[in-house]
Structure formats: C-alpha cells, structure tokens
C-alpha cells in the first residue's frame, strides 16, 4: 500500500495530463489515484500505522489534498477492521494547492487566453508544447509582439536591435530558441531560410557579417572592376556584390601566405581564415571563376580543401602534395589529430594518398615553412 509521499510522487507525474486535460477543455476530476492493494493477513499493526498515516495526509486532515475513502473488511484474526478502497483527487482546487502549482496554473490560463487571443494559429503549436508556455510564463506579451512583427514584416534586413517592436533591445537575443520554434510553426516557408540555424541568418535579419580580406595581384585590376584598393577588408554581402566575373581567385589558409601572394596576371588572393572558408559557399558568382586553395599539408589542410570543393567542384590545390612535403621535410611538425570526417570524394587520388600518410604519421608542413621563392614558381605557372 502507497504512503503519503508515494502519492504525492504519483500526483505530480499526472500534472502534465492535467495540462492536456486543461487545453482540450476535458474533465479531469475526480481523479483516481492507485495505491496497491492491502492483504489482510499482513501484520494488522503494520497496516494500522499506514492507514493513519494516509489519513493524516488527507483533505480530511490538511483541508486540501486527496481524500481517503474507508471500507470494511473481516480479518481472521482481528475481526472487522477498515481499509482504503479509494484514493482521490476531488476537484482542481484540491490537486493544484496539494502539488503547489496553483499559482503557475493561474499564470499558464492567463497566457494560454492571451496566446489564443492574439495568434489562434498557435493554438496546435500549445497543445503539443505546455511546458514551453509555462517555460516563458510573464513573457508572453513580448513573444507574440515578436511573432506579429515577423508575420507582417517577413525578410526585415534589419540588425535585432533596429526592429520597430516595443520591447527591450535584448528580448529576442535572450529569446531566441522560443522564437525560432514559433516563427518556424508560424512563418510560410519562403519567409525561412531551413538550411540555416542561426536567428538571424534563418528569418533575414542583418547579422555581424564576418569579413573576407581581398588581395588584387594585378594593379590593372582596379580599374577592370571599379576598385579603390589593392588589399582590402569587406563584410561578405559587398563581396558578392563585387561579381569579380570569371577572375582567378588563390584563398590560403595563412594570413602570411596571404600578403606575401607574388605578382599574378587577372588573379586575386582571398583570406577567410581556416574552416571559415564555409562563408564563400553563398558567392555564386564564384562558381564561374579559376580557384586555388593553398592551405598547410596537414590533415586539417586537406579537410579545408574537401569543403571547399563540396561548394566549388573546380578548385585545384596548390603546393599541397608530397613533392613539397619532401622537399621541405626539416620543417614537418607534429599535427593535431583530427576526428572530423572527410568526404574523400572531393579529394584527388593524390589527395587521398597524402591526407592518409599524414594522418599515419601526425604529419604537419606549415606553408610559411616554404622559402619565397619555390612559392614564386609554383604560382606563376598556375593553369
């Protein structure tokens, strides 16, 4: 037989059920709770002790709570005696006060109203989510101004903070996993960028673009494409507005590699640094262009290599083979292990070759090991 303690365990498990109940507007009460059966051959002390002790717990007792209903039975050995036969909850008043959620109950009525008020779209999205509406319970005035600004403004192109909406500048920021749920529930689909994860990149808000830094090699560049500079930094949007049409591009790993690029006909050196090389994957434009990726021998080199082609099939590598490991084997290092996957298919059978000795071996050539003027040669007979 259950105790006290037991019940209130059983009590709270059902809150959920309560919820769902509560949303579809069915009844819950009374509610039954199961409290095992009682053997009348057990010891009568034992069983006397437990039954006070559920009494003791009861609405009889407490004035709230789950009642107790007694009946009686015959015991061989004490003669007639009263049992529990029924253990419930009354009504809601009883339940909420005994689990201590009257107050978040109030809360969650007053802004499952307000939600169905304001948006009656949501009303799916609530009943398949209680515990987020109660997660952001004295929030939901502000959530629904959010979601009503984006249903009428899809694609804004603003900063977070330049959203004519009348809440403080770092609600969204704090609120974004609840408001990237709703806006996905709420949104049309053309309003959603699905393959993006980030707020801002996801429902077209401007965001901190990161930079790309751009090298022209050949000074007769600047006037071909209306450029003030040689070497300049630009967030990534103005970069695809640049449409350097059919241009050759060489992107290094290295910030060094980088300024140091030699004098190159019609060519242009691009630097996002490392695995930040996913940005260029939005520039079209590029998919029209000759491409070079110079990055460090070393595993993580080769895994930069395979991503870029996943965006643009026609890059070819440079220096990044094991004649110039060879040559410069004084410089190898110790690698960093990796446990990122490559898809090998971007990879040359050379490719293959190297990335799985240097993976062997915990091989590591930093380009900026390589003497200047092996780079010059290399590059100037680039086709």
């Not at 919820?19 to 709770?33: N, Q, R, V, Y």
């Not at 419930?88 to 009257?102: G, S, V």
């Not at 449409?243 to 992107?251: D, L, S, T």
Request: charged share 25%.
């Amino acid at each position: 037989m259950t105790n006290p303690s037991g019940i209130k365990k059983k009590a709270e498990r059902l809150y959920h059920e309560y919820l769902t109940a509560l949303l579809k507007s069915e009844s819950f009460f009374p509610k039954e709770i199961p409290f095992g059966r009682v053997n009348s051959t057990d010891d009568y002390n034992i069983i006397k002790r437990e039954v006070k002790e559920l009494i003791n717990g009861s609405k009889d007792k407490l004035g709230y709570g789950y009642k107790v209903e007694l009946s009686q039975s015959n015991t061989r050995k004490y003669g007639l005696q009263s049992f529990p036969c029924r253990i419930y909850f009354e009504n809601e008043t009883d339940y909420l006060k005994y689990i201590k959620k009257e107050k978040e109950v109030s809360e969650f009525k007053i802004a499952i109203s307000q939600i169905r008020e304001t948006i009656p779209s949501l009303n799916d999205w609530i009943d398949k989510n209680t515990s987020k509406v109660i997660g952001n319970i004295g929030k939901w005035n502000n959530i629904l101004k959010v979601c009503e600004y984006f249903q009428k403004n899809t694609k804004p192109n603003l900063y977070i903070r330049e959203l004519p909406i009348e809440i403080h500048t770092k609600f969204i920021e704090e609120n974004k996993g609840t408001l990237k749920q709703l806006l996905d529930f709420l949104l049309p689909n053309g309003a959603i960028k699905k393959d993006e994860s980030e707020f801002e990149k996801r429902f077209y808000l401007r965001y901190d673009e990161p930079l790309i830094r751009v090298r022209a090699l050949d000074q007769s560049s600047l006037a071909k494409y209306n450029l003030s500079f040689s070497d300049f930094s630009i967030p990534i949007i103005i970069f695809n507005n640049l449409k350097i049409m059919n241009g050759r591009f060489i992107i290094t790993e290295n910030k060094m590699n980088f300024l140091t690029l030699p004098y190159l006909k019609d060519t242009f050196g691009l630097f996002v640094g490392g695995f930040g090389i996913e940005i260029l994957k939005q520039i079209d434009w590029l998919k029209n262009s000759n491409i070079f990726y110079w990055g460090d021998i070393d595993a993580q080199g080769f895994q930069i290599l395979s991503q870029i082609r996943s965006y643009f099939p026609h890059t070819k590598s440079v220096m990044m083979d094991f004649k110039t490991l060879n040559l410069f084997q004084q410089f190898i290092v110790s690698g960093t292990p990796t446990n990122t996957n490559i898809d090998f298919q971007n990879l040359t059978d050379e490719e293959k070759e190297l990335f799985n000795y240097l993976c062997e071996k915990n091989f590591r050539l930093e380009q900026e090991k390589i003497n200047q003027y092996y780079i010059n040669e290399n590059l100037k007979n680039l086709t």
